[in-house]
Nanobody
Framework: EVHLVESGGGLVQPGGSLRLSCAASRFTFSTTAMSWIRQAPGKGLEWVSSINSGGGDTTYADSVKGRFTISRDNAKNTLYLQMNSLKSEDTAVYYC??????????????????WGQGTQVTVST
């Protein structure tokens, strides 16, 4: 069973930045595509970004493109999400997930309980 621990969330003012981290274990991180998803208050799960196993191929939701950057360090089994120019609508619990965009979108509703606890990001004055 995968083990994922997200961190780095917090309260930030609009326009600010945060860097999220996801420590992964109990699976072969270096050969697994990874994704970030989020859930805003009262809303469903939203795919945010994905990265392939080698880190050279990334994709983003239109809502975050140009503001967020996904990256990974396979030597440290860690996934990152650099979030800049944050907006109030970015307020959500952020989760990391094993798999690329299509796989994660197809399974996130069922598998979320088996992933990490998420990290809360609140963008507010």
């Amino acid at each position: 069973e995968v083990h994922l621990v997200e961190s780095g969330g917090g309260l930030v003012q609009p326009g600010g930045s945060l860097r999220l981290s996801c420590a992964a274990s109990r699976f072969t991180f270096s050969t697994t595509a990874m994704s970030w998803i989020r859930q805003a208050p009262g809303k469903g799960l939203e795919w945010v970004s994905s990265i392939n196993s080698g880190g050279g191929d990334t994709t983003y939701a239109d809502s975050v493109k140009g503001r967020f950057t996904i990256s990974r360090d396979n030597a440290k089994n860690t996934l990152y999400l650099q979030m800049n120019s944050l907006k109030s609508e970015d307020t959500a619990v952020y989760y990391c997930a094993p798999g690329g965009e299509l796989e994660v979108v197809a399974t996130m509703s069922d598998l979320l309980p088996y992933w990490g606890q998420g990290t809360q990001v609140t963008v507010s004055t």
